[in-house]
């Protein structure tokens, strides 16, 4: 037998119960679509290719698959006449198949790597022709049925509508996911027939048929029944996604990382968190987000594609594809947007918002601030209510605030500007030019106060009453 793998992706479908104009195979479950986990799971077995069956909106699983999976091959099913009929497609665009070949249903996001592995191990070690993955489950309605002998031995697949009263009581079904010798697959595939309640090629017939020619065939029970688990509709892709929910956050608490609540711990699949992080109640940490050692996340936090810094905190914030460097201190009410980096030690407080920002080592903008396309220095202080202007209307324009330097409260940075290091800005200021290295600038008006305006314009009211008492005139009601 070769020693050479190949695995087929069944992903043709387009999932009408899910109610979309999006192919099944294209919903994400924590990080990565459907299709998008079975081609990471059959990397276990190192696949010479990995071929996928494409059909409903081809255009677009195929170009998913150009940014996820680009060394993958597609194959067109243009009628969908079964599993049967989607193989049979493949192996004919790929003659030279030899050895081994994975077959697997593109809409099983929870099917283990090991235990895609362990199928193919033992069905080589035991020189079977065909090896079904298996599993035994409490409640089987709808799912295929394993037969064996009283010995045990795999006999064939029957499908639930086509199973009479004593298969209908077994409990181990087929996940859809086979091993096969490529010269025994092409044989038994041209055998096929649509002789079932459904008019079509089943894949699983080939158990039965192989046993026919003198073949053997051999099946793995998984140890998890919930990696057989499938998606036909929103429903279950939530329960998919719950499912994996729980077996990320296991995992993720056995390596070291510590979660106060994880049943409102959502973390993707992609995502890579250290030992000794503290998670709170509503995280979510997205795509390639990865968080270091002794961070604290939450509560209410949502990161995507962010980098957390060593002992960092970030409070009830949101961050896009940001970096927050170590020891460094983000919200509560922050947000991250894309390209903004913190040093260490620095700190975006509460209700303050950046972009493209680099923020110095200590340096801090506590409240009420924007932020865009401006790099502040070192131990750098800018004050509640500040704004950098970047936006002209036409173009983003980009300001430099050097080392040390103080923004006093309500100023206003207008873009293009450079502030030298050690300077200061002035509460209230509107920053137009350039202010060099250690000078105050005082951008505002001039204070003026017209003397008894308001005895003047407002007489009688609760203004003019307060200010008559303030100045000790008599006569003066409370009322």
């Known amino acids: 037998m070769s020693s050479e793998r ?23 479950v924590l990080g990565r679509t459907l299709v998008g986990h079975v081609l990471r799971s059959v990397r ?11 059909g409903a909106a081809a255009d677009q699983v195929r170009a998913h698959l150009a940014e996820v999976a680009p060394e993958a091959d597609t194959v067109f099913q243009d009628k969908q006449l079964g599993t049967g009929h989607a193989v049979r497609i493949a192996m004919d665009a790929n003659p030279d198949l030899k050895g081994t070949v ?27 022709a065909v090896t079904v993955l298996t599993a035994v489950v409490d409640d089987p309605t709808g ?19 086509d199973a009479d009263h004593a298969e209908l009581a077994i409990r181990e079904i087929n996940s859809g996911t086979f091993a096969c010798d490529a010269d025994v697959l092409r044989e038994q595939l041209d055998r096929l027939s649509t002789a079932n309640d459904q008019g079509e090629y089943y894949l699983t017939d080939i158990i039965e048929l192989a046993r026919e020619a003198g073949h053997t ?28 929910q729980g077996r990320i956050n296991t995992e993720l608490m056995k390596s070291g990382v510590t979660m106060d609540d994880p049943a409102t711990t959502w973390i993707d699949a992609t995502v890579k968190v250290a030992p000794d992080v503290l998670i709170h109640p509503g995280v979510q940490l997205k795509g390639a987000t990865a968080v270091d050692s002794g961070a604290e996340i939450g509560p209410d936090t949502t990161l ?26 983000v919200g509560p009410y922050a947000h991250l947007r894309p390209a903004s980096k913190l040093a260490e030690r620095s700190k975006i407080g509460a209700f303050v918002e950046t972009k493209n920002l680099e923020m110095g080592a200590g340096a801090k903008a506590a409240h009420l601030a924007y932020l865009g396309d401006v790099t502040v220095g070192a131990d750098a202080n800018i004050g509640c209510g500040v704004i950098v202007a970047n936006y002209d209307g036409v173009k983003k324009h980009h300001t430099e605030i050097g080392e040390g330097v103080f923004v006093g409260c309500d100023s206003v940075l207008v873009a293009p500007v450079s502030v030298g290091d050690g ?3 002035g509460a209230g200021s509107t920053i137009v030019k350039d202010v060099e290295p250690g000078d105050l600038a005082v951008a505002r008006a001039r204070q003026a106060a017209l003397e008894d305006w308001v005895a003047k314009k407002r007489p009688g009211t609760v203004s003019d009453k307060a200010a008559r008492r303030a100045k000790g005139e008599a006569g003066v009601s409370e009322a």
């Not at 190949?6 to 994400?28: D, N, Q, Y």
């Not at 249903?105 to 079977?128: C, M, T, W, Y």
């Not at 799912?143 to 509508?161: A, K, M, Q, S, T």
């Not at 995507?304 to 201190?329: K, L, N, P």
């Open 6 to 28: 190949s695995a087929i992706i069944l992903a043709a479908g387009l999932g009408t119960r899910m109610k979309s104009t999006k192919p099944k195979v294209l919903h994400e």
């Open 44 to 54: 276990a077995i190192r696949p010479e290719r990995r071929i996928v069956v494409v």
């Open 102 to 128: 994975l077959v697997a249903f593109g809409d099983a996001p929870l099917l283990r790597a090991a235990s895609i592995a362990e199928l193919v191990e033992v069905h080589e070690k035991k020189g079977n």
């Open 143 to 161: 799912l295929g049925r394993i037969v064996r002998d009283n010995e045990g031995n795999v006999l064939r697949n029957v499908e639930h509508r």
């Open 217 to 244: 065939v051999g099946a793995v029970v998984v140890d998890d029944p919930t990696e057989t688990l499938g998606c036909n509709d929103r429903a279950q892709l939530a329960e998919l996604r719950r499912i994996l």
């Open 304 to 329: 995507t594609d962010t980098i957390v810094g060593a002992d960092a905190e970030v409070v009830r914030s949101h961050a896009t594809q940001a970096h927050i460097g170590e020891g460094a201190h």
């Open 423 to 425: 300077a200061y800005i």
